[in-house]
């Protein structure tokens, strides 16, 4: 199944680009779906701990199962001033 990845600020420079589609199997979470786009990344488990998630635009916990097109949103944290 499909579900469309949406990126905002750091994630969205880091993919260079601010959506894209990946295939998951059924019973995937978040949180395997973060992993497996970022396993590359030798920062993943820091920036795992400090990214909030939203599916459908509700934000979620990363044991949250996804379903065939859901929207799954990387949000790393924000600063202000």
């Known amino acids: 199944m499909k ?18 589609e990946v295939e998951i199997s059924e019973h995937t979470t978040v949180r395997d779906v973060f992993f ?3 396993h590359k990344n030798p ?3 820091q920036l ?11 934000y979620v916990q990363s044991a949250t199962k996804l ?6 949103a990387f949000i ?3 600063a202000g001033g």
């Open 3 to 20: 579900i469309k990845l949406k990126f905002f600020a750091y994630y969205e420079t880091l993919f260079q680009k601010d959506e894209m």
């Open 76 to 78: 790393p944290p924000v």
């Open 48 to 58: 795992f701990k400090n990214t909030m998630f939203a599916v459908n635009q509700s």
């Open 43 to 45: 920062h993943a488990h």
């Open 67 to 72: 379903n065939s097109d859901d929207e799954l």
């Open 36 to 38: 497996k786009v970022l």
